[in-house]
């Protein structure tokens, strides 16, 4: 696929004309990224923008004692390293990918230069920006408001989201819905094995899918 092809699938350049797009592949590249290596690390200056073309990241905070949080998880048409570009502070947070993954780099003034010359980019940008703090506010709110079952029923819920709401597509492993609702593995297992118990998922070796939506959603607190 060329680049203009996937530059038209990203929901960010959205809206923008094929002449658009055209002028924005020729100031991007693309970069690939194995498994595992850090793409952004927490606390350095930012010096580009990224979009994932193909694979998957998660943005991650580490604690002292290496601990980690994954804040989110992002897949292919999704993008990230606009914070530090546009409020001019060090990166908020490690992105690392999860499997071998191709992104395409927009570098710092190109970035700017685009939103000066396309405002419909900062349209897409603000809309983004806006589903990601809603995002963060449900993850306060569970944290607080919910226990870990409760908090893993709610991602679940939201993972499946994603696509149709019938089942969850994204590979996921119980090590990383642990670290994305502030948890253990094996809590994550039980947990996972209760609600196919109780008839509210179904797990097959390919996914996950939701069985019985009233009855995970009133485990996730939301009825
Ligand atoms: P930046 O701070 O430049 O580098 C780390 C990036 O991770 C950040 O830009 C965002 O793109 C992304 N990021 C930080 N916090 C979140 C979050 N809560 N959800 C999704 N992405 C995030």
């Known amino acids: 696929m060329t680049l203009d092809e996937t530059l038209l699938r990203v929901p960010l350049f959205a809206h923008l004309s094929e002449p658009e797009i055209h002028r924005i592949s020729q100031i991007t590249r693309k970069k690939t990224y194995p498994k595992n290596s850090v793409i952004v690390f927490e606390n350095d200056p930012g010096d580009a923008l990224y979009v994932v073309d193909s694979g998957q990241v998660k943005v991650v905070l580490t604690g002292e004692d290496g601990r980690e949080v994954i804040l989110s998880v992002l897949g292919q048409g999704d993008f990230f390293g606009e914070m530090a570009l546009i409020d001019d502070m060090p990166r908020s947070a490690n992105v690392i990918a999860m499997e ?25 940008l603000l809309r983004a920006l806006s589903r990601r703090l809603r995002s963060a506010d449900d993850k306060i709110g569970g944290l607080v408001l919910l226990d870990v079952p409760g908090r893993i029923a709610r991602l679940l819920l939201q993972l499946a989201d994603e696509g149709d709401g019938s089942k969850i597509s994204r590979k996921i492993t119980h090590h990383t819905i642990a670290q994305m609702v502030g948890s ?20 097959t070796r390919k996914h996950i899918a939701i069985a019985d939506r009233a009855g995970l959603e009133a485990a996730a607190g939301i009825r």
């Not at 994550?188 to 094995?193: A, C």
């Open 100 to 124: 071998n993954s191709r992104l395409i780099v927009l570098y710092r003034d190109d970035f700017h230069r685009c939103l000066e010359a396309q405002p419909r980019i900062a349209l897409g």
């Open 184 to 203: 253990s593995r094996e809590t994550v297992s039980r947990t996972i094995g209760n609600l196919t118990e109780r008839g509210l998922i179904s797990v």
